[in-house]
């Protein structure tokens, strides 16, 4: 019974509030979010990378537009659009792509296992409500996407899922000189 209550609020994560996000950030898809004009601050995460040999630092990439996308192995909108965000690494080198697992480790390592990703992928556990809050997501939704300029405030951010056209108009708005 209680697997059945987890499944159940795991597909009202990813369905119920990132579909109605969604719609809403469709809407102002040119422009950035209320919430990421709003952040000026610089922001700062240090998480273990999801095999656990080491911490990685947003201050590490320094001067390096950046994207976030937060994902479960249990929301499918997280595992659609896994191949296009793997593609959008390839397309724009000079960003540093980022995933964080709001899932547990094992779970993430084995959905991780069938998908061909390129770009580090750390891992949030316990954490991420409070994590993705601070990045812009109040509901924490999945899946969450964010762009971050070079000094690494938030410029764009979506929750639901996102195509490349988005990331791409989100990416030469947000970072037009590392294009």
């Not at 209320?34 to 601050?41: E, I």
């Not at 969450?144 to 410029?155: A, F, I, M, P």
């Given at each position: 019974?209680?697997?059945?209550?987890?499944?159940?609020?795991?597909l009202?994560?990813c369905?119920?509030?990132?579909?109605?996000n969604?719609?809403?950030?469709?809407s102002?898809?040119a422009?950035?979010?209320p919430?990421?004009?709003a952040?000026d601050?610089?922001l700062e995460?240090?998480?273990?990378e999801l095999?656990?040999?080491q911490?990685?630092?947003?201050?590490?990439y320094?001067?390096?537009?950046?994207?976030?996308?937060f994902w479960?192995?249990?929301?499918?909108?997280?595992?659609?659009?896994?191949?296009?965000l793997?593609?959008?690494?390839?397309?724009?080198p000079?960003?540093?792509f980022?995933?964080?697992?709001v899932?547990?480790?094992?779970?993430?390592?084995?959905?991780l296992q069938?998908q061909t990703?390129?770009?580090?992928?750390l891992l949030a556990?316990?954490q991420?409500d409070?994590?993705?809050?601070?990045?812009?997501?109040?509901t924490?939704a999945?899946?969450?996407?964010?762009?971050?300029?070079?000094?690494h405030?938030l410029?764009?951010s979506?929750?639901?899922?996102i195509?490349?056209?988005?990331l791409?108009?989100?990416l030469?708005r947000c970072a037009?000189?590392?294009?």
């Amino acid at each position: 019974m209680r697997a059945l209550a987890v499944m159940v609020s795991a597909l009202v994560l990813c369905f119920g509030l990132g579909t109605a996000n969604a719609m809403d950030a469709e809407s102002t898809q040119a422009k950035p979010s209320p919430s990421a004009q709003a952040h000026d601050k610089v922001l700062e995460l240090e998480l273990a990378e999801l095999d656990g040999t080491q911490i990685l630092r947003l201050a590490d990439y320094a001067g390096t537009p950046m994207v976030l996308n937060f994902w479960g192995s249990f929301c499918p909108p997280c595992v659609a659009e896994m191949p296009m965000l793997h593609q959008q690494a390839l397309n724009f080198p000079g960003v540093q792509f980022v995933g964080i697992a709001v899932d547990d480790r094992l779970k993430a390592r084995a959905f991780l296992q069938s998908q061909t990703v390129t770009y580090p992928q750390l891992l949030a556990p316990g954490q991420s409500d409070g994590i993705m809050r601070r990045f812009g997501d109040k509901t924490g939704a999945l899946p969450y996407t964010v762009v971050l300029d070079v000094r690494h405030r938030l410029c764009a951010s979506k929750a639901g899922g996102i195509d490349s056209n988005w990331l791409a108009d989100s990416l030469r708005r947000c970072a037009p000189s590392n294009l």
